[in-house]
């Protein structure tokens, strides 16, 4: 590492002030600032001595979503092989579904970073570290099946209109993976739902039975044949990521722990959900409302939704009585869009960017609702004086 920084330091007079490569600085300290930890130092000013910046934060969410990427990939051999009967030994399990999964990661992260990059030499400003979490995020909410030109496609759109239109990292309104997702759900719904996008290779297998739980429920079935073990634990079709609640909750753990995450936003949106579960259960007149408040909970993405997403710093509420409003009408509107839209029964997605959306109002009527109460009190105390 003593020789890169070498390397680095040899050749960082060109892209300062008055060097011939002036113009692309950015990219060049967005790598030498990934690489190693700055060496500059404030001068003046308030201080606050902590370890934390934006950078440790991304690779601490980035760290949390390494179960679920691992396990994705598991998921996604186990998914090929048990449908031909194949060997289902754990690495030839792992390795088959990395080499499915890692071109999708690839993927993101060349586009998207490189659209970063591209923003920030025409701007002259920093690249943010942002990406680094929506980069993991983009391929683990997508079926393995899509093909790489759609992700590409779905990562340019929630770059450049989810982020850089409205100023980059840290100005956006709504979550970019899930503009991501929406976009191409939208654009390329054959290859986001159905039996066949969930498995690899699924048309070198001859009879797949890879449809979600979810899906299942939506077309009137049951799902008698998948054990709430099998949920827990994520050995189901779905979305990379999205299978297990076992290594999400470890994610969350990590989140909660090192406060990267808010944890009243994963409560409220699991008192949220179960309440509609519970409403629909009085009622159950199909499948998806007979289904178990709890296991609403354990099925589908609402579990990553939940932890990974709902919970963006940006896009999320930023009072505490905000967080627990906006994480309720999450897990709320989330249950009752997968009940009540059975051509997408995944409703998750469409009830977090909903919310993304309110989040501002949510803020300032809490703030103005505190305002007034202070100002009640001061009257108050002003007629006792």
């Known amino acids: 590492m003593k020789f890169l920084r070498k390397a680095l330091d040899t050749i960082k007079p060109k892209f300062e002030s008055g060097g011939k490569l002036k113009k692309y600085a950015p990219a060049f300290f967005a790598i030498d600032s990934f690489l190693f930890v700055p060496n500059r130092t404030t001068k003046n000013g308030a201080h606050i001595r902590d ?7 991304m690779y601490t969410v980035v760290l949390a979503l390494l179960p679920a990427l691992f396990f994705g990939m598991w998921n996604v051999g186990y998914q090929h092989f048990s449908q031909i009967g194949s060997d289902l030994s754990f690495w030839n399990l792992l390795a088959y579904g990395a080499s499915k999964v890692l071109p999708m990661v690839i993927v993101s992260y060349g586009v998207g970073l490189g659209i970063e990059f591209l923003f920030a030499i025409k701007r002259g400003h920093e690249v943010n570290e942002g990406y680094l979490v929506t980069g993991m995020l983009i391929p683990l909410i997508m079926p393995v099946e899509l093909p790489l ?3 590409a496609l779905a990562v340019i759109f929630a770059v450049v209109l989810g982020k850089e239109v409205f100023g980059g990292t840290g100005m956006n309104i709504l979550n970019p ?3 991501a997702r929406a976009f191409a759900f939208f654009s390329y719904a054959p290859y986001m739902s159905g039996d066949k996008v969930w498995v690899a290779d699924a048309a070198k297998v001859d009879a797949i039975s890879g449809e979600t739980l979810l899906g299942h429920l939506a077309t009137g079935h049951d799902i008698a044949s998948h054990s709430v073990m099998d949920m827990f634990m994520g050995y189901i079709p779905g979305s990379i990521g999205e299978t ?9 753990a990590l989140l909660i722990f090192t406060g990267v995450a808010s944890w009243r936003i994963m409560l409220s949106s699991v008192i949220g959900a179960s309440v509609m579960g519970l409403i629909f259960n009085v009622l159950a007149v199909n499948p998806l409302m007979a289904l178990p408040w709890w296991q609403h909970l354990i099925i589908g993405g609402f579990a990553f939704g939940i932890v990974f997403m709902a919970t963006d710093p940006v ?3 930023q009072t505490t009585k905000g967080k627990w409003i906006y994480g309720f009408f999450v897990g709320f509107l989330a249950i009752m869009i997968r009940v009540f839209n059975s051509a997408y029964p995944e409703g998750v997605m469409m009830a977090i960017l909903l919310m993304n959306v309110f989040a501002p109002t949510i803020d300032h009527y809490v703030i103005q609702g505190n305002v007034k109460r202070r100002k009640k009190r001061l009257k108050k105390i ?3 004086a």
């Open 51 to 57: 370890g934390v910046d934006l950078k440790r934060v």
């Open 149 to 151: 030109w759609m992700l």
């Open 177 to 179: 993976a899930l503009l």
């Open 244 to 252: 297990s609640v076992l290594m999400i909750l470890i994610g969350a």
């Open 315 to 317: 896009s999320s509420a």
């Open 382 to 384: 002003a007629k006792t």
